[in-house]
Every structure is written in C-alpha cells, then in structure tokens.
Nanobody
Framework: QVQLVESGGGLAQTGGSLRLSCAASGRTDSTNVGAWFRQAPGKEREVVAAISSSGRSTVYSESAKGRFTISIDNGKNMVYLQMSSLKPEDTGVYYC????????????????WGQGTQVTVSS
C-alpha cells in the first residue's frame, strides 16, 4: 500500500504561482509513475502531468505545457507540481496519484490517490 498526502493548494491570482507537494509513504518502490490530476466542479478528473519514477520521462496536458513543471524526489518520496502563469481555468481539486502501469493520462491506470488539495485562481 501507498499513502499520499497533498499540500500547497490555496488561492492565487491570475498570473500567479503555486507549488503543490505530494508526500508518499509505504511501498513507493512498487510504483513506477507519479502524476497530478485536476477535477473541476462538474467535470471529470483529468491528467495535468505525470512523471516516471526515474524522473527521465514526463507528460503534460496541453493546458499545462510551458506553465507547469512536475518533478520527483525519490530520496524524500515527494512529487511536486510547480504551477506558474495561473489562469482561472486551472481552478479545481488537484489529486496526487501513483501507479504501476507507466505514464498514462487515464485515472483508471493509477492505483493510489491522495485526498486532494483545492486550487482556486481568481481573475
């Protein structure tokens, strides 16, 4: 089992920045990918970014490219999401996840989930 706890969400202004952190505990060595998903009110959960455990491979949603950066620190069992140039459409609950099936944009491919952290971007 892997337990995930997100932090770093909050209120930001358009154009601002936030850094989300995801602390993992348990059998993290059983996973090979970390990811951040976002769920806006009334919408399905969608991938924002994903990273291989080695850190060598990353994928981003089109909306995140050029603005967000995902990173992993295996020594600390942490996955981060640096968000810059925030827009109101970035608003939602951000979930950290870990999986064993490699990089994937599909939530169903991820086995472990955090409780989520709210990000609200005001216009």
């Amino acid at each position: 089992q892997v337990q995930l706890v997100e932090s770093g969400g909050g209120l930001a202004q358009t154009g601002g920045s936030l850094r989300l952190s995801c602390a993992a505990s348990g059998r993290t060595d059983s996973t090979n990918v970390g990811a951040w998903f976002r769920q806006a009110p009334g919408k399905e959960r969608e991938v924002v970014a994903a990273i291989s455990s080695s850190g060598r491979s990353t994928v981003y949603s089109e909306s995140a490219k050029g603005r967000f950066t995902i990173s992993i620190d295996n020594g600390k069992n942490m996955v981060y999401l640096q968000m810059s140039s925030l827009k109101p459409e970035d608003t939602g609950v951000y979930y950290c996840s870990r999986g064993t099936r490699g990089l994937s944009p599909r939530p169903g491919e991820y086995r472990y989930w955090g409780q989520g952290t709210q990000v609200t971007v005001s216009s």
